[in-house]
């Protein structure tokens, strides 16, 4: 039986294993995070063998339909659940189950401590299971649950620690802001639905481009709103720093090898929806171009490594939903950058982790310095995904990013000139915020308490700090994580494997030239990332570092804040929101409660008068008697003249 | 005599019950108006009878006094009980199920 068929195990057992460690509870506590383990690492398996069986086939034939069974069948709509192992789910299915893998192994030293380590474990299987069927799926309707499965998860994990209350809400913010981009994912399915009939890829596509260009147009923007919500694109990025309030794993599992990544695949799924909708497509290269200097700039100013992280991540995204936006010459990049940034983000967050874990949970990062001796691998590690992702040849990032800046410049009309600039600027503030964190963080005088300095009158309140270096089980997957950052890239993009492996799903696309040489592209990249990473070294690792954070200026300030991404939401949409419940609510209770209150209280009162009748006096019943029959009769004469 | 003599004569022996029956607290003077109108409805029946020549009143005239009968039994056994329990045959004691 050919291993493709046996897809919907990869789905399967992970839920399976959440499903034990979730309803063993407690007694699974001794043995659980083991299973949660060997769920994650059998799907890997599984998908390294799905992979070589299709490595195995010609280019064509590697697109599996499975059908597993009738789904919805509802009148003129029937959904069938079925799965579609083709290269692109391929590749996601093996970025989730290999890094989930590393990600659950880490977990087990990263939560050692932890109570409720078990539900941690379920939760990490439950997210993985939601993540496959999202990329497994072979229409938008079970992509959906995949979809939510994912938003579940991640609010589950984020809300983790929800004891303390700032987790708990940043969950619900996640979780809220998420459900704003779903509607986007829901509206197209309707719209899907109304002009084509069918939610299925298959369908979807076939008749895509026969069909009018404004609903494809609806149906493009609505996709770009969903993913937008799950990939923390503008105007929805704002859960993304927040959602640092999980346990660092779940950070690494979100940022590198899933949820994040969604928004990316809806898009790149999508493509033929999109052919159809050249406005669409500019919307979300746009959006990404904007979401990939927001990124950046924010991540320039944040001191919590974690944010800065995240702050990164939002930028990656940015430049893999541009180059997604770019239609066709820029898909294939889109998902190698996804890939790459996959190892070498999931690579820096264990090593955040693993700094978080010998500094006390510390993540200031203008408390740490010098930490290089103190954890050697950690500093490695994370080293080789600092320059994997500032692109630095011929580590991993190079090849991806290079390729989508080198994309952003083809085209016509003023588009490579805003595009292009954008991802090359992009390019050099990342590698800026970077390397500010690897100083900041690695190099430098130390500025944590060794508990040394306090003779010269330096008293400090924060506790004794002992820098050290992470069991086996945390550094194994970082060092791991840290060889795909250095070589999977350029391993991949040699003789174009993967845009060929790509092109069953995004098909063949000529060699377009971009309009301006190659090499100067490549050439000037560079030079913007040293110029970046030379300004970091100045500014972080060679001069004094304060720890309390300057004043900064505005452009500063308002990137810690957020851009006032924050304050923007909540004065355009979260307090009018509010006001007009307000005033539902009141109305609620004077309007439609009053009326019913006061029908209520006019019966009582009616009743009340009409008591006072029931005097149980039987002379005064007979006299009414005796008054209502004169009364009759009188009516029965007088009408009778 | 005409028959109107009668009916009138029934329609007064009615009003002279229905003032006694509204006007006299006492339970016993008050039942004693409840016969007094019963008998003069009973008093137009027979005269209708007489009038139409057939019986069919006079029968109906029957089944009203086995009936006054009846409500006389069960009637006066309540009003000694209530007398009995309250010390009192008044009409305007007796609302208790007013309540």
Same mark, same amino acid.
């Given at each position: 039986?050919?291993?493709?068929?046996?897809?919907?195990?990869?789905?399967?057992?992970?839920?399976?294993?959440?499903?034990?460690?979730?309803?063993?509870?407690?007694?699974?506590?001794?043995?659980?995070?083991?299973?949660?383990?060997?769920?994650?690492?059998?799907?890997?398996?599984?998908?390294?063998?799905?992979?070589?069986?299709?490595?195995?086939?010609?280019?064509?034939?590697?697109?599996?339909?499975?059908?597993?069974?009738?789904?919805?069948?509802?009148?003129?709509?029937?959904?069938?659940?079925?799965?579609?192992?083709?290269?692109?789910?391929?590749?996601?299915?093996?970025?989730?189950?290999?890094?989930?893998?590393?990600?659950?192994?880490?977990?087990?030293?990263?939560?050692?401590?932890?109570?409720?380590?078990?539900?941690?474990?379920?939760?990490?299987?439950?997210?993985?299971?939601?993540?496959?069927?999202?990329?497994?799926?072979?229409?938008?309707?079970?992509?959906?649950?995949?979809?939510?499965?994912?938003?579940?998860?991640?609010?589950?994990?984020?809300?983790?620690?929800?004891?303390?209350?700032?987790?708990?809400?940043?969950?619900?913010?996640?979780?809220?802001?998420?459900?704003?981009?779903?509607?986007?994912?829901?509206?197209?399915?309707?719209?899907?639905?109304?002009?084509?009939?069918?939610?299925?890829?298959?369908?979807?596509?076939?008749?895509?481009?026969?069909?009018?260009?404004?609903?494809?147009?609806?149906?493009?923007?609505?996709?770009?709103?969903?993913?937008?919500?799950?990939?923390?694109?503008?105007?929805?990025?704002?859960?993304?720093?927040?959602?640092?309030?999980?346990?660092?794993?779940?950070?690494?599992?979100?940022?590198?090898?899933?949820?994040?990544?969604?928004?990316?695949?809806?898009?790149?799924?999508?493509?033929?929806?999109?052919?159809?909708?050249?406005?669409?497509?500019?919307?979300?290269?746009?959006?990404?171009?904007?979401?990939?200097?927001?990124?950046?700039?924010?991540?320039?100013?944040?001191?919590?490594?974690?944010?800065?992280?995240?702050?990164?991540?939002?930028?990656?995204?940015?430049?893999?939903?541009?180059?997604?936006?770019?239609?066709?010459?820029?898909?294939?990049?889109?998902?190698?950058?996804?890939?790459?940034?996959?190892?070498?983000?999931?690579?820096?967050?264990?090593?955040?982790?693993?700094?978080?874990?010998?500094?006390?949970?510390?993540?200031?990062?203008?408390?740490?310095?010098?930490?290089?001796?103190?954890?050697?691998?950690?500093?490695?590690?994370?080293?080789?995904?600092?320059?994997?992702?500032?692109?630095?040849?011929?580590?991993?990032?190079?090849?991806?990013?290079?390729?989508?800046?080198?994309?952003?410049?083809?085209?016509?009309?003023?588009?490579?000139?805003?595009?292009?600039?954008?991802?090359?600027?992009?390019?050099?503030?990342?590698?800026?915020?970077?390397?500010?964190?690897?100083?900041?963080?690695?190099?430098?005088?130390?500025?944590?308490?060794?508990?040394?300095?306090?003779?010269?009158?330096?008293?400090?309140?924060?506790?004794?700090?002992?820098?050290?270096?992470?069991?086996?089980?945390?550094?194994?997957?970082?060092?791991?994580?840290?060889?795909?950052?250095?070589?999977?890239?350029?391993?991949?993009?040699?003789?174009?494997?993967?845009?060929?492996?790509?092109?069953?799903?995004?098909?063949?696309?000529?060699?377009?030239? *971009?309009?301006? *040489?190659?090499?100067?592209?490549?050439?000037?990249?560079?030079?913007?990332?040293?110029?970046?990473?030379?300004?970091?070294?100045?500014?972080?690792?060679?001069?004094?570092? *304060?720890?309390?954070?300057?004043?900064?200026?505005?452009?500063?300030?308002?990137?810690?804040?957020?851009?006032?991404?924050?304050?923007?939401?909540?004065?355009?949409?979260?307090?009018?929101?509010?006001?007009?419940?307000?005033?539902?609510?009141?109305?609620?209770?004077?309007?439609?409660?009053?009326?019913?209150?006061?029908?209520?209280?006019?019966?009582?009162?009616?009743?009340?008068?009409?008591?006072?009748?029931?005097?149980?006096?039987?002379?005064?019943?007979?006299?009414?008697?005796?008054?209502?029959?004169?009364?009759?009769?009188?009516?029965?004469?007088?009408?009778?003249? | 005599?005409?028959?109107?003599?009668?009916?009138?004569?029934?329609?007064?022996?009615?009003?002279?019950?229905?003032?006694?029956?509204?006007?006299?607290?006492?339970?016993?003077?008050?039942?004693?108006?409840?016969?007094?109108?019963?008998?003069?409805?009973?008093?137009?029946?027979?005269?209708?009878?007489?009038?139409?020549?057939?019986?069919?009143?006079?029968?109906?005239?029957?089944?009203?006094?086995?009936?006054?009968?009846?409500?006389?039994?069960?009637?006066?056994?309540?009003?000694?009980?209530?007398?009995?329990?309250?010390?009192?045959?008044?009409?305007?004691?007796?609302?208790?199920?007013?309540?």
């Amino acid at each position: 039986m050919p291993l493709t068929s046996l897809a919907w195990l990869l789905v399967a057992i992970p839920l399976v294993s959440a499903a034990v460690l979730l309803v063993g509870g407690r007694r699974t506590d001794a043995w659980g995070h083991w299973l949660g383990v060997v769920a994650a690492g059998a799907a890997a398996l599984l998908g390294i063998g799905i992979l070589l069986e299709l490595l195995g086939q010609p280019g064509e034939d590697r697109i599996h339909s499975i059908h597993l069974f009738s789904w919805i069948p509802a009148g003129d709509l029937s959904v069938d659940a079925g799965l579609l192992v083709d290269p692109l789910s391929m590749t996601f299915v093996l970025l989730i189950t290999f890094v989930g893998a590393l990600i659950h192994i880490y977990s087990v030293a990263y939560m050692a401590h932890d109570d409720s380590r078990r539900r941690f474990f379920a939760y990490l299987n439950l997210f993985v299971a939601a993540m496959l069927v999202l990329v497994l799926a072979d229409s938008y309707a079970l992509l959906f649950v995949g979809w939510e499965g994912v938003g579940l998860a991640s609010y589950l994990l984020i809300g983790f620690w929800n004891h303390r209350t700032e987790y708990a809400v940043a969950a619900k913010k996640a979780f809220v802001m998420n459900r704003v981009g779903d509607m986007g994912l829901l509206v197209a399915m309707m719209l899907m639905f109304a002009s084509i009939g069918a939610v299925d890829f298959e369908g979807v596509f076939a008749a895509a481009a026969g069909t009018n260009e404004g609903v494809l147009t609806a149906t493009g923007l609505m996709l770009v709103l969903a993913a937008c919500g799950k990939s923390a694109q503008f105007p929805l990025q704002a859960w993304l720093g927040d959602a640092m309030a999980g346990p660092t794993p779940v950070s690494a599992l979100i940022h590198a090898a899933t949820m994040v990544t969604a928004g990316v695949y809806l898009i790149v799924r999508s493509a033929p929806v999109f052919e159809g909708a050249p406005t669409a497509q500019l919307v979300a290269a746009i959006i990404g171009a904007v979401t990939l200097l927001f990124g950046a700039i924010v991540g320039c100013a944040k001191d919590d490594i974690k944010k800065t992280l995240a702050a990164s991540t939002m930028s990656q995204i940015g430049y893999m939903v541009l180059a997604a936006g770019l239609g066709p010459i820029g898909y294939a990049f889109a998902i190698f950058h996804l890939l790459t940034h996959g190892f070498f983000k999931a690579g820096m967050f264990l090593g955040a982790g693993s700094v978080m874990h010998g500094m006390g949970d510390e993540v200031n990062m203008r408390k740490f310095g010098a930490l290089r001796r103190s954890m050697q691998i950690t500093w490695i590690t994370f080293g080789a995904g600092w320059l994997a992702i500032l692109g630095i040849p011929p580590f991993s990032g190079f090849w991806s990013k290079d390729k989508i800046i080198e994309a952003a410049f083809v085209g016509d009309g003023w588009q490579p000139w805003v595009f292009g600039p954008i991802a090359l600027l992009g390019a050099g503030i990342t590698a800026f915020y970077m390397s500010r964190l690897f100083f900041m963080t690695f190099h430098g005088k130390a500025r944590w308490n060794d508990g040394t300095d306090t003779a010269g009158g330096n008293v400090t309140e924060d506790p004794v700090q002992h820098p050290h270096e992470s069991p086996a089980l945390m550094t194994v997957p970082m060092i791991i994580l840290a060889v795909g950052s250095v070589a999977l890239g350029g391993l991949l993009a040699i003789g174009d494997t993967f845009t060929h492996w790509l092109e069953p799903v995004t098909g063949h696309v000529e060699h377009h030239e *971009p309009v301006l *040489p190659i090499p100067l592209l490549i050439a000037a990249t560079i030079a913007l990332v040293l110029l970046g990473a030379f300004l970091a070294w100045r500014q972080y690792g060679a001069a004094a570092v *304060p720890v309390a954070p300057p004043r900064g200026s505005v452009l500063t300030r308002a990137a810690r804040a957020d851009l006032y991404q924050d304050t923007v939401n909540e004065t355009v949409f979260a307090t009018p929101g509010a006001r007009m419940t307000e005033v539902l609510t009141d109305a609620d209770t004077s309007v439609v409660d009053g009326a019913a209150r006061g029908l209520g209280t006019g019966a009582v009162g009616l009743g009340n008068r009409w008591r006072r009748l029931q005097t149980g006096f039987v002379r005064s019943y007979a006299s009414i008697m005796v008054v209502g029959v004169v009364l009759a009769v009188v009516v029965v004469l007088a009408t009778r003249v | 005599m005409t028959l109107v003599h009668y009916l009138v004569l029934s329609g007064i022996l009615f009003s002279i019950g229905a003032v006694a029956v509204l006007v006299r607290r006492n339970a016993l003077v008050a039942f004693m108006g409840v016969e007094l109108m019963l008998n003069a409805a009973n008093l137009t029946l027979v005269t209708f009878a007489r009038m139409h020549g057939d019986l069919q009143g006079q029968v109906i005239a029957f089944f009203v006094m086995v009936v006054a009968a009846a409500e006389v039994v069960i009637g006066l056994a309540i009003i000694v009980s209530i007398h009995r329990t309250r010390g009192s045959a008044s009409l305007d004691d007796a609302n208790l199920l007013k309540n």
